[in-house]
């Protein structure tokens, strides 16, 4: 199975700063690597894709990079409604798995 | 726009066999490979299994032995058996579509979720 990991697990942040959170494969998952938001009692929401294509409706200030092994999140600018807690997922071989996650408090 | 609803018991007790439903509405089932996620409370995200709709599944090795997803395209629904059940499989329930014919896309878009409890 391809382990994911990210850093930090967490992190408390202010209205208007640049966040960025890292995901890490154990091994080459070339692009296949997708950003989700969850928040508290919502099911995952798809933000990114491909590991830098924005899906359709998602604000520009969210952005992806990486390839490989490493891969960023990152948040230009945070909004209040960007509180949640985001899941990198590997979907470039089953068994599909995710990262443990990066809680963002506002 | 498609969109996912699961539909299940909310209780099921220790060694039963959770089953659950996901309908999909507005779109078809044709094309693409359907996908349950599971999440334990204040936990992360698993992967449980999907099946195209050719009907080809595949598992997570660590639930393989009790799992089996089915498809019913006249319904346009499809299911998740889990098998002699433990307090460990308590979590919510998602399904989730991902693209065909390649299975490298991203799960998009996903059920509300629905909670199951393992509990006698």
């Known amino acids: 199975d391809i382990q994911m990991t990210q850093s930090p697990s967490s992190l408390s942040a202010s209205v208007g700063d640049r966040v960025t959170i890292t995901c890490r494969a154990s091994r080459s998952i070339s692009s296949y690597l997708n950003w989700y938001q969850q928040r508290p009692g919502k099911a995952p929401k798809l933000l990114i894709y491909?590991?830098?294509t924005l899906q359709s409706g998602v604000p520009s200030r969210f952005s992806g990079s990486g390839s490989g092994t490493d891969f960023t999140l990152t948040i230009s600018s945070l909004q209040p409604e960007d509180f949640a807690t985001y899941y990198c997922?590997?979907?470039?071989?089953?068994?599909?798995?995710f990262g443990p996650g990066t809680k963002v408090d506002i | 726009q498609v969109q996912l609803q699961e539909s299940g018991p909310g209780l099921v007790k220790p060694s039963e066999t959770l089953s659950l439903t996901c309908t999909v509405s507005g779109g078809s089932i044709s094309g693409y490979y359907w996908n349950w996620i599971r999440q334990p409370p204040r936990k992360g995200l698993e992967w449980i299994g999907y099946?195209?709709?050719?009907?080809?599944?595949n598992y997570n090795p660590s639930l393989k032995s009790r799992v089996t997803i089915s498809l019913d395209t006249s319904k346009n629904q499809f299911s998740l058996n889990l098998s002699s059940v433990t307090a460990a499989d308590t979590a919510v329930y998602y399904c989730?579509?991902?693209?065909?014919?390649?299975?490298?896309?991203?799960?998009?878009?996903w059920g509300q979720g629905t909670l199951i409890t393992v509990s006698s």
């Open positions: 491909a590991a830098f």
């Open positions: 989730a579509r991902l693209e065909g014919p390649d299975n490298v896309g991203p799960f998009d878009p």
């Open positions: 099946i195209y709709y050719y009907g080809n599944t």
């Open positions: 997922h590997q979907s470039y071989s089953p068994p599909f798995t």
